[in-house]
């Protein structure tokens, strides 16, 4: 408890000299001062970005206005679908069969097995938009 007084105490400080002189170097020491000392993780999350923010001049009123950017992106609704197709075509038992149809065709060459694992991969990766490796190995086809 003292020394979370102190660190406190060091940070009202340190943010004062920081915002007087413009120095973000000493704010982050001073964060991961405090990180190791016990902060919660969210602090050191947002007092990082804060730090950041503040460092590259932006207002800390823009911080909400780039999440929203962010946010309204037509691609992040495509990711819970994508991860939908995967797991019907796991369950269905597509990647099972698409490992049999890539080994009958490049199985018996040189290297045959990498060769199986790396088209099926991507091939598989192509309908989901994830990690094929990931659901093959989930699937138990590995």
Not at 3 to 28: D, E, I, K, Y
Not at 108 to 118: E, H
Request: net charge positive; proline share 6%.
């Amino acid at each position: 408890m003292e020394g979370r007084a102190l660190t406190a105490a060091a940070g009202a400080a340190m943010m004062l000299l920081c915002t007087q002189f413009s120095l973000a170097v000493p704010a982050l020491v001073l964060l991961a001062l405090a990180t190791l000392l016990g902060v919660p993780a969210f602090v050191t999350m947002g007092g990082l970005a804060l730090i950041l923010f503040w460092r590259i001049g932006d207002p800390i009123a823009s911080v909400p206005i780039d999440h929203y950017s962010l946010v309204i992106n037509p691609v992040l609704p495509t990711m819970p679908l994508f991860t939908l197709a995967g797991y019907f075509l796991a369950e269905g038992g597509a990647p099972k069969r698409l490992v049999r149809v890539f080994n009958a065709l490049f199985g018996s060459l040189r290297g045959g097995p990498g060769i199986v694992t790396a088209v099926t991969c991507a091939f598989f990766t192509s309908f989901t938009g994830g990690s094929g490796v990931t659901i093959l190995r989930w699937a138990g086809c590995l």
